[in-house]
């Protein structure tokens, strides 16, 4: 009888040893264990390149968004002395028909936007990574009216800031927790 209740102790504790040895720990949320050197990030408001008005402040409203998100960066304002500067243009834009009805009219837009953006350390000027010419698309309707079209034309412009600030932000988070994991902090399994 006390083998069994060895036994079953034994297989009770191996897996929770195991699970808490390992040392993961969701690297967004952060733990306060981080490095010192990267906490702060500046996100200047994006030149655009473009004759659409207002791309700019819907790349900087998703930018904001995604980062707010984060405990390991905090968002400064230009003169705070941010570690980390994200810079970024929006090159061109190109809004050719995607699909055609029977009379040869436009039903489906696909808006394209070419993107330049890059990841500074502030402090040494080093470009941490960088994209030159990172295209994004994304298709919308024609709508039944012109004011419907704008809107699905705004929405689906929407969505590729908020889908590309998305993206950025996992880059830079990755980067921060490298940069943690490189200055001898505790590493993630």
């Given amino acids: 009888m006390h083998n069994r209740h060895l036994a079953f ?15 993961y ?52 304002p230009p003169g705070d002395n941010a570690d980390l500067v994200l810079e970024g ?12 009805d029977a009379n040869n009219q436009a039903r489906e837009v696909s808006a394209t936007l070419v993107v330049r953006y890059a990841l500074r350390d502030a402090g040494s000027g080093a470009i941490l990574w960088q994209e ?10 024609i709508g039944a009216t012109p004011a419907a079209t704008l809107d699905n034309r705004r929405n689906a412009l ?6 590309l600030a998305e993206r950025i932000y996992e880059r830079t ?10 200055r ?3 590493t993630e399994n």
């Fill in 89 to 100: 243009e929006i090159l061109a834009i190109s809004l050719p028909g995607a699909a055609f």
């Fill in 25 to 76: 720990r969701n690297p967004y949320l952060g733990s306060g264990d981080f490095s010192r050197s990267w906490q702060t990030l500046h996100l200047p408001v994006w030149a655009n390149r473009t004759n659409q008005l207002g791309l700019e402040s819907t790349f900087q409203r998703s930018l904001h968004g995604w980062f707010k998100r984060a405990s390991r960066i905090q968002i400064v």
């Fill in 158 to 163: 929407a969505i590729l800031a908020d889908e």
């Fill in 132 to 141: 030159d010419r990172q295209p994004l698309n994304r298709s919308y309707a």
């Fill in 173 to 182: 988070m990755d980067t921060v927790v490298q940069r943690t994991d490189d």
């Fill in 9 to 23: 102790l034994i297989l009770l504790l191996v897996p929770l040893l195991l699970f808490s040895g390992c040392g």
């Fill in 184 to 186: 001898g902090q505790r």
